[in-house]
T-cell receptor, first 112, second 112 residues
Framework: NAGVTQTPKFRVLKTGQSMTLLCAQD?????MYWYRQDPGMGLRLIHY???????AKGEVPDGYNVSRLKKQNFLLGLESAAPSQTSVYFC???????????FGDGTRLSIL | KQEVTQIPAALSVPEGENLVLNCSFT??????LQWFRQDPGKGLTSLLL?????REQTSGRLNASLDKSSGRSTLYIAASQPGDSATYLC???????????FGTGTRLAVRP
């Protein structure tokens, strides 16, 4: 049972480059989330989705875009990477909002 | 804006001790409160979820309480073990159900 899988696990980018982070869940969950975790700041919500074809902004959405074309996948895109986007990115999913969120192991992204 | 504070930021105890981790939040209009565990380099694992109408939840050696009116929750760990060493995160889901706000965590080390 894979749960939530994030790809890639590590990546180094140069300022201005673009990339897409992939999150895949095999639990048929409706809700999916992208967070970033920075030292001393806790996890902050970037974007989320309440079902296939839907997306919504979270707390820190600027500089990121998302898509949920298939129920099991939630993609996070960085159009023009900036050093301030150096962080650990976590994807999570849940079946209902009153149930715990299940997290992937994270993507460690460095922007030089 | 919801703010979640966890005290202490770090804790070191000898094996076998009972311990309490604290979490406070500023807005009592919450849907639920969740406690997570995070091991180094890994994602978050859900430990306990307390609905806003509940006072406590128990799982094995873990017991979490919620006092919504005072904006406080505690995580009690009985008979601590070295395997309990990790960072423990508290998070509150606001009443609209769309945003989970995290604390910055308590880093626990249990010495053999």
């Amino acid at each position: 049972n894979a749960g939530v899988t994030q790809t890639p696990k590590f990546r180094v980018l140069k300022t201005g480059q673009s990339m897409t982070l992939l999150c895949a869940q095999d639990m048929n969950h409706e809700y999916m989330y992208w967070y970033r975790q920075d030292p001393g700041m806790g996890l902050r919500l970037i974007h989320y989705s309440v079902g296939e074809g839907t997306t919504a902004k979270g707390e820190v959405p600027d500089g990121y875009n998302v898509s949920r074309l298939k129920k099991q996948n939630f993609l996070l895109g960085l159009e023009s990477a900036a050093p301030s986007q150096t962080s650990v990115y976590f994807c999570a999913s849940t079946d209902r909002i009153n149930q715990p969120q299940h997290f992937g192991d994270g993507t460690r992204l460095s922007i030089l | 804006k919801q703010e979640v504070t966890q005290i202490p930021a770090a804790l070191s105890v000898p094996e076998g001790e009972n311990l309490v981790l604290n979490c406070s939040f500023t807005d009592s209009a919450i849907y639920n409160l969740q406690w997570f565990r995070q091991d180094p380099g890994k994602g978050l694992t859900s430990l306990l979820l307390i609905q806003s109408s509940q006072r406590e939840q128990t799982s094995g050696r873990l017991n979490a309480s919620l006092d919504k009116s005072s904006g406080r929750s505690t995580l009690y760990i009985a008979a601590s073990q070295p395997g309990d060493s990790a960072t423990y995160l508290c998070a509150v889901l606001r009443s609209s159900g769309d945003k989970l706000t995290f604390g910055t965590g308590t880093r626990l080390a249990v010495r053999p």
